[in-house]
Structures are given as C-alpha cells and as structure tokens.
C-alpha cells in the first residue's frame, strides 16, 4: 500500500489502463461493500455542518464531488450541488463527514488498493483511520475506523461522473417522465387518471400542460387529452354535481373551486390547441358556477354551497375564478371574461389583500349578509394564494398594460419570497405529505412564477426557478420521484401521493431555461417559444437541433422580451420549408398584441418543394426597444403537416438590402472574403450554419449555410 498525492496522480499515471483522481474533475464516491450507494449530503442541504451520508445512488448533483487540490499532496472533495467541502467532523475513531466552507478543514488522503478499478482507502490527514461504511443503509453516517483489510466496507469506487452543475432541458424531461411513468394509470386506449378524480386531478392535469407548453412535446399533448377524456366519461359535459363510488371521485355540487380548477385545466387546453370543444366546455362550466357563487355584495365568489358559511368566500376560489375568465378571454370568449376577472381581482385585492400593502394574500373571510360587512377573517398566506393571485395579475397586465397589475405581482412575489421560502430560497412550506390538499399547492405557485417571470420581463426570479427545481430533483427516489417535501430525500414511504409529487414535476416543467431577454438581432431558434398554440417540437435525423414541426392553420408562437435596443428593425429572416404540394401559407408577424394588423408578412408561395430548406425575407413596422414577437402561422389548407420552421432573425436593413446584399457598412469592406453576421459584425471564424453576407472587396452577396 502507498499513499497518493495529488501531484503523484496527476504526473505518474497518464495510461488509460488506470484510474487517477484529477484535480478539476467530477466523481461519485461508491462504497465498494454496498456498491450501489454513495456519499450523499443530507437532504442535498446547502448549508455548513450538514451530515455526509450514504445513500443509494440516483445520480444528482448532491451526489457528485469535484476533486480539488488542498495542498501539501492532500485531497479535498467539493460538493456539486451545495459548493461546500467534505470535511471530518474530528481525526478520531468514530467521527462523521459534515460539509464545511473552508477546502482547507476537507483535507482527505488516498491510499490506492486497486488503482486500475478506482478503489481507494479514505483517510484522514493524520493516517490513523479509514472512512468505513458498516451497514449499507440509507441515511448511515460513514465514520472513521480502524483499519480492517478484510473490510470492504473501508473501500471505495471514486469514478468520473459527468457534473450536473444547473438545471436541463434533460433534467426537466427525466423528471417530469419518471413522474407520469410512475403515476398514470390507463383506463382504456385513450383515457388515464392520476388519482381518480378530484380537484388534484386537475390539477395533475395542468402539470401535463405546463410540459407541453414548455417543450411543444406532443406526447404531453396525448397525455393531457386523454386525462381529459377519462374525467369527462365519469363526469359528463356538467361539471357541477357529485359523482363518488369505488373509482372516481368528484365534489361538483358543492365546492366551487374544484369546478374552477377544472375549468382552468380545460380552458388551458383550448387555448393551447385552439380546440373550440375544449373551450367552449370550459366556457359553458364557468359560466354556470359564475352564477351560482357570485355574491353581488362583496363582488367575490362563494367558496362552497353547503360546506362551511353561505357567505364566506375566500383566495383559493377567487384567484382560479379570474385566471380561468382570463383564459376564456384569451381564447376567444369575448371581452366580458376580463372584465369578470378584472372586477373579481379589485375586490379581493381589497377585501383579501389589503389592498396589496405587502403582498400577502390572505385566505379567507365570512360576511355577515345583513350588515354586509366582514364578520371574520383568515390572515394565513399559503403558496396557492400567492400563485394564483400571481397568475391573475400576470394575465391581467398582459391584456390591460396597467402598471398596477404590474406592481401588484412584485409584492406578491417578494412576499412569498421573503415569507414562504428559507434563506436560500427554497419553498419551506407545505412540505408534509399527511397535510390533505396542501400537500399540492406548490406545484400552482411554480406555474405562475414562470409566467411572472416572462411576461413581467423578471429576469431575477429566474435563478429561483431553476433552485427550486435543483433541489426537488437533488432529493429524489431512486426511481425518480419526489414528494412534497422537496427539503429532505425523498423515500419509497413519502412518495405515495400522486398530489404532492406533483408538485416537483411542476417544478421540473416551469423552469425558466435560456435568457429572459433575448437580443433581438441573434438568431433566434424557433422551437424556443415561451408560450404557443398547438405546435409539435421534433429532432430531426440528421441536424443539430430541434425544429417545429407539422406546423398547421392557426396556430402560433410568442417569444417574450425581444430586445431590438436602440437599433431599429427593419426585417425578418426566417428558414422554413416549402408547405405541402398545392399548400400556400403565410407566417405573420406580430409585435406586442397578436391583433390587429401584422407588423409584417413571410408569403410561403412558389417554393421549390425540391430544396428542403428555404430562406425567406419580409419587411416588418420598423421597431426599437423590447417587445414580445408573435408569428403565426396560415397555409390555405385545413390539412396538418403543412411546413416546419428551423429559425428566425430580425435585421437592421430591408429585405431588399439583404437580398441584393446592398448593405454601406459591409459593401464598403476591404477584406477578401469577409464574412459578417446581418448587423455587418465581422465574425473572426467560418460559420458552420445561418445567415451570413460574404464580402469581397466592394462585392457582397448573401449566403444561407444549412
């Protein structure tokens, strides 16, 4: 046996044949007797002091140890996930691991026993013990030892993993797979249930929707529908009575608020495949329980019909009731839905939220109808009131613009924040599954947040969707699933309820990935949409990233924040392929509301359908500053499958300057074959793909690289 510095490894072992533990590089550090658990910190905690475990291995940052150099040829382990070190408690037989700040108290020796396997003993700077594992279990505290040949519990496999330092695409679609491979049960070739009815079915069903929203994944779609399908063949076309036996529940006659969850679900899904069926459902529903719950007086809506007082009304059905009515204005429904939300929105900012002082919502409050005037009142904040109330001024200021919307959702959320999350900016509350239906609250404030975020142009909270879901993927089960608790491991016992898991694949589906503002002249990849209206996004065989596809009449794509900055644009690029045989089709192009005229127009027309690939150029309303940008999508057929879309770009010139290539800052180059983005930016190597101008002495001429 010999002891191993870093300095040693590094310069004495360069053959593949052997395993060296590198300085920079990223491990996982298995127990060679209980090869399927490594060293995990507790809880994936991000603090000091918290205990190094041993946990079975499911592949998460909280898992993963960077190696770093502690000097005097002495190793140190950095966490991935929290940043801080793997330090002995003590150097005395029977100390644990505990994370600390300082790589100087994390000061470990290796001491090779199969170099070629990775197996190392662990030892403590003074070499008097070695770091044993005795039982296997999860949550045992490997602690100092003494040495034992025969102990493989003292080994350990420390093998190279790749570091999984933010939050993925990839991350986003394990998560939210392992949770429906989990949950969902099949009740017939196009019907699936979560839990068998209730108003977390729905909102099991929203989660779905937030995936297909984000990712324009179509299987999603397939799954949503048919969630759908299994609550409509229990339920029936009338949401507002009890259906209760062996296989299904449903609390429509009484609870208003189930209906309007389901009414949310339902009107999400109309609005995103622009399915009148859908909406018009959901419309029909709405309307119904708008007028069986309204109380004229308080202007807020009745909780329930016989559960609780007939005059108490509270957040948890006056928030759904304005974003379900904003839906329902959004698609179509007419301008009447916003005004029941806008009205419904004042009235319990003023009688719930006093009048948005801090941004605390409150629960609930009971009238009394003779003095009409509030007998009692419920102050507690819950993260279903903060994130419906969110989403409802989220709405609202996107179709009115008023500031105060605006403001409110600010406070809002900094309340929740401040209030409902810890220091590091975890959700603290609802963590224990036995809590009823507050187990699945978190997962509604996740949704609204990343609305908050883009439609608010609130590029800060982005980070604090990305730790929110880190964390819940950290503390997940071997088999991918995470309870409500998000702040501790999840175990087989705690992820029992379909609910409160729900709320983790919430927080995997709306994560806020890529740049809140984006810079309005860079290529912009059209699958990349914040939000969007019946789109398909598929890899094709044979390019480097994904396109949408079957792109059909009517349906659309927004992108949030556009910043065009002080230039002004003239024109669009886009790429598209030539529509189906006898098919014409426009992509029009909005800024800011998709009403109105365009600010512009791509004719998809005399195409040839032998090229895949083609680069169209339209002139659109010149613009500065920020904007969202819509394109929507006409063909002259019904028929679906018509063209796809790989990317879009804005450009300082008109589409006549770069189609002739008459640009005076490129056309005045000197440098022979120069190539320069559309914003005459010469670039310093040769692209690979995209819109370039090739310049050679005074000659220019635009170029297409597929």
């Known amino acids: 046996m010999r002891n191993l510095s870093v300095a040693i490894l590094l310069c004495l072992f360069f053959s593949p044949a052997y395993c060296t533990i590198e300085v920079g590089k990223t491990y996982t550090i298995r127990s060679k007797k209980y090869p399927t658990k490594s060293l995990f910190v507790e809880n994936s905690a991000r603090e000091v002091n918290a205990a190094i475990l041993l946990w079975t291995e499911t592949d998460v940052p909280s898992q993963q140890w960077k190696a770093c150099n502690a000097g005097s040829g002495d190793i140190s382990f950095q966490n991935v996930y929290?940043?801080?070190?793997?330090?002995?408690?003590?150097?005395?037989?029977?100390?644990?691991?505990?994370?600390?700040?300082?790589?100087?108290?994390?000061?470990?020796?290796?001491?090779?026993?199969?170099?070629?396997?990775?197996?190392?003993?662990?030892?403590?700077?003074?070499?008097?013990?070695?770091?044993?594992?005795?039982?296997?279990?999860?949550?045992?505290?490997?602690?100092?030892?003494?040495?034992?040949?025969?102990?493989?519990?003292?080994?350990?496999?420390?093998?190279?993993?790749?570091?999984?330092?933010?939050?993925?695409?990839?991350?986003?679609?394990?998560?939210?797979?392992?949770?429906l491979n989990h949950f969902l049960k099949n009740k017939g070739s196009s019907m699936r249930t979560f839990v068998n009815g209730g108003w977390g079915e729905s909102e099991q069903l929203e989660v779905v929707l937030d995936a297909y929203e984000c990712t324009?994944?179509?299987?999603?779609?397939?799954?949503?529908?048919?969630?759908?399908?299994?609550?409509?063949?229990?339920?029936?076309?009338?949401?507002d009575h009890l259906v209760y036996d062996d296989n299904y529940h449903w609390f429509g006659h009484d609870f208003n608020d189930d209906v309007m969850w389901q009414i949310i679900?339902?009107?999400?899904?109309?609005?995103?495949?622009?399915?009148?069926?859908?909406?018009?459902?959901?419309?029909?529903?709405?309307?119904?329980?708008?007028?069986r719950a309204y109380i004229p007086f308080t202007g807020l809506m009745r909780w329930a019909q016989s559960s609780g007082d007939a005059y108490g009304t509270n957040s948890c059905i006056a928030g759904p009731t304005e974003v379900a009515a904003c839906y329902l204005g959004m698609s179509g429904c007419g301008e009447d839905y916003f005004e029941k939300a806008r009205d419904l929105y004042a009235a319990q900012r003023y009688t719930l939220a006093n009048n948005m002082s801090t941004g605390k919502v409150w629960d609930s409050v009971v009238w009394d109808p003779d003095t009409k005037t509030v007998k009692s009142k419920n102050e507690w904040a819950s993260t279903y009131n903060q994130g419906t109330m969110l989403g409802a001024a989220c709405l609202l200021y996107d179709h009115y613009g008023d500031e105060q919307y605006l403001n409110d959702a600010k406070k809002i959320m900094s309340f929740t924040r401040k209030n409902l999350c810890n220091s590091y900016g975890i959700i603290k509350v609802c963590q224990d599954e036995s809590h009823g239906d507050l187990c699945g609250f978190k997962g509604i404030l996740m949704r609204y947040v990343r609305r908050f975020v883009l439609d608010l142009n609130q590029p800060d909270y982005k980070e604090w969707t990305e730790r929110n879901a880190l964390l819940a993927y950290c503390n997940r089960t071997q088999?991918?699933?995470?309870?409500?608790?998000?702040?501790?491991?999840?175990?087989?016992?705690?992820?029992?309820?379909?609910?409160?898991?729900?709320?983790?694949a919430s927080a995997a589906a709306n994560v806020v990935l890529g740049d809140v503002v984006k810079n309005g002249f860079d290529e912009q990849q059209a699958e990349h949409f914040d939000f969007h209206c019946g789109l398909q996004v598929s890899e094709e065989i044979g390019c480097g990233n994904d396109k949408i596809v079957y792109v059909s009449n009517g349906l659309w794509?927004?992108?949030?924040?556009?910043?065009?900055?002080?230039?002004?644009?003239?024109?669009?690029?886009?790429?598209?392929?030539?529509?189906?045989?006898?098919?014409?089709?426009?992509?029009?192009i909005y800024l800011d509301k998709m009403s109105g005229e365009p600010a512009g127009i791509c004719e998809l027309k005399d195409l040839d359908p032998d090229q895949e690939w083609h680069t169209l150029y339209a002139n659109i309303t010149p613009a500065t500053g920020l904007h969202n940008v819509y394109l929507r999508f006409t063909c002259s057929s019904s028929r679906t499958k018509a063209y796809r879309i790989d990317h879009f770009q804005f450009s300082t010139q008109t589409a006549e300057e770069i189609q002739t290539g008459v640009s005076d800052h490129v056309s005045q180059g000197k440098t022979p074959m120069s190539v320069y983005d559309l914003q005459g930016r010469l670039l310093p190597v040769s692209p690979k793909r995209g819109i370039f101008v090739i310049s050679r002495g005074e000659e220019s001429r635009i170029i297409s690289i597929k």
């Open 265 to 291: 679900a339902v009107a999400r899904l109309g609005w995103l495949t622009g399915s009148k069926a859908y909406t018009n459902a959901a419309k029909k529903n709405f309307d119904k329980i708008y007028e």
């Open 216 to 239: 324009g994944n179509e299987k999603y779609l397939n799954i949503a529908k048919y969630v759908y399908n299994y609550f409509k063949n229990r339920v029936g076309d009338n949401w």
């Open 82 to 179: 929290s940043g801080y070190y793997a330090a002995p408690q003590k150097q005395t037989k029977g100390a644990v691991f505990k994370t600390h700040r300082m790589l100087s108290y994390g000061h470990v020796v290796l001491e090779a026993v199969d170099e070629t396997a990775g197996v190392y003993h662990i030892l403590p700077v003074s070499k008097d013990f070695y770091l044993t594992a005795t039982t296997g279990e999860d949550g045992e505290k490997p602690c100092w030892g003494d040495k034992d040949d025969a102990d493989e519990g003292q080994q350990w496999i420390i093998s190279e993993t790749e570091a999984k330092y933010s939050f993925t695409k990839a991350m986003r679609e394990e998560m939210m797979d392992d949770y």
């Open 479 to 504: 088999n991918g699933i995470t309870g409500t608790g998000w702040l501790k491991k999840a175990t087989a016992e705690s992820t029992t309820n379909a609910f409160g898991c729900s709320t983790a």
């Open 557 to 588: 794509a927004q992108y949030d924040n556009i910043d065009f900055g002080e230039q002004t644009a003239h024109s669009i690029i886009l790429d598209v392929t030539a529509p189906a045989s006898n098919i014409t089709g426009n992509v029009e």
